[in-house]
């Protein structure tokens, strides 16, 4: 669980508030929030007052009547005038009620009782929260539900940010050939676009969001930036290592078979590496057993989530480094091509943005239905009973602690 975010019961429905650690100190013991003590209220002329309510005296320094009560007659001339002559006994069931506080005279009102009366009908959820068989559906109209105004919107925020890191990398290249660096490599945006994507999944997959969160989340460095791109980082780093030597082991550019078959494997668990640091935010799950496990659980989802992804990975490729990081010859031609350059850029960048949201939200969507089934370290715990050396071992341990606390009573 993570602080800031809000957690949905999977039995009630209900949404909470999940705390971050700076608000430990506002919170009491129940988790409601602290308040400051009543300050009591100084009421004027108070001496005054208990000095007339409590004064032996009938009456006040002025000669005035204090005691303003009325006396018994005078309750019955007043029931008399209320009441008709036939129930203005003093003892009849009928006489009138008031209420004990405001003093309001008590009247009955007669219910009309008619078997037409309209049905009422409960007022529908302004919210509705996915519940039961809604909250696990598969990605289903995902690709449908993109297009909604809040989901465009930040699908739009991410279009700017390419821009913006188009235009810094173009700017910046002939640094980056200076100091023999690739021009991707001092393109100070693209950890925050990787870092969003990460976001996404652990928005759709932790907190159970049904809409895309915006570009930075909360804005906190540490939470929303820096872990999201690390584990995006290591997910690369460990599926696409094999890729990267294979391709620098073949020297002549004929050999493209190899690079691709690793490109293709690397492909296949990158989604489950991705989704286990970006939920879990630990290397213990990323055993083989477990991961093999995860992917074996989601087979059918997890292929298409792999299939989107290589479409993303292919577009990044060939956005970052050109048409020479596709190993393939004819591919290569093609993309070299002026036309092909001038007419795809646009529409590559903009499937790029959707596939690659499309394929975290179904991620996340994954882990929200089967996480339970996973098997993964440290997500919950199991009950086990202990053994009879256990047991021996504790019973032991407790009557050493009665023996040195009868002791010291005796002492």
């Known amino acids: 669980m993570q602080a800031g975010l809000e957690i949905q019961c999977p039995a009630c429905g209900r949404l909470n508030d999940v705390p971050r650690f700076s608000d430990m100190g506002t919170l009491d013991d129940d988790g409601t929030f602290k308040l400051g003590g009543e300050t009591p209220e100084v009421e004027r002329e108070r001496l005054t007052k208990l000095r007339r309510v ?6 006040d320094d002025q000669g005035i009547e204090i005691d303003l009560r009325n006396r018994p007659e005078e309750l019955e001339i007043a029931l008399a005038d209320d009441l008709p002559a036939e129930h203005n ?138 872990n999201p791109f690390i584990n995006f980082l290591f997910a690369t780093l460990i599926c696409y290592t094999p890729t990267f030597l294979v391709h620098l082991a073949s020297a002549s550019g004929k050999e493209w078979l190899p690079t691709v078959a690793t490109f293709m494997l690397g492909s296949f668990f990158f989604p489950g590496v991705l989704m286990t640091l970006a939920t879990t935010g630990g290397f213990e799950n990323l055993r083989p057993d477990r991961l093999l496990r995860v992917i074996r659980l989601t087979i059918l989802p997890y292929l298409f989530v792999v299939a989107l992804w290589i479409v993303v990975a292919g577009i990044t490729l060939w956005g970052l480094a050109g048409a020479r990081a596709i ?49 993964w370290a440290y997500q919950q715990h199991t009950r086990r009973e202990l053994g009879a050396a256990a047991k021996r071992r504790g019973e032991a341990i407790q009557k050493a602690a009665a023996r040195k606390r009868a002791t010291r009573g005796a002492a």
């Not at 409590?54 to 009456?59: A, D, E, G, K």
């Not at 991410?158 to 393109?187: E, G, H, K, R």
């Not at 969001?209 to 909360?218: F, G, Q, T, V």
């Not at 190993?327 to 993309?335: C, K, R």
Request: glycine share 4%; charged share 15%; hydrophobic share 50%.
């Open 89 to 226: 006994d003093r003892g009849d069931v009928n006489r009138p009620r008031y209420d004990p506080e405001t003093g309001e005279l008590l009247r009955a009102h007669d219910i009309s009782r008619t078997d037409d009366a309209p049905t009422l009908q409960a007022a529908l959820p302004v919210m509705a929260y996915a519940s039961g068989e809604t909250s696990r559906k598969f990605a289903g109209h995902i690709w449908l539900r993109l297009f909604q105004p809040p989901n465009m919107i930040v699908m739009i925020m991410v279009l700017l940010m390419y821009i913006a890191s188009a235009i810094w990398q173009f700017l910046f290249t002939p640094v980056a050939w200076l100091l023999n660096f690739p021009p991707y490599f001092i393109n100070l945006l693209l950890p925050f676009i990787a870092a969003h994507y990460v976001c996404v999944v652990n928005e759709v997959a932790v907190a159970d969001a049904d809409e895309l969160p915006r570009p930075l989340r909360n804005v906190s460095f540490t939470e929303d930036i820096l």
């Open 54 to 59: 409590y004064s032996p005296t009938r009456v």
């Open 327 to 375: 190993p393939i010859p004819a591919v290569q031609h093609m993309l070299y091509s002026r036309k092909v350059m001038s007419f795809s850029v646009g529409p590559l960048m903009l499937t790029h943005i959707y596939i690659a949201h499309l394929a975290a939200w179904t991620l996340g969507l994954l882990y929200r239905r089967h996480h339970a089934v996973f098997g």
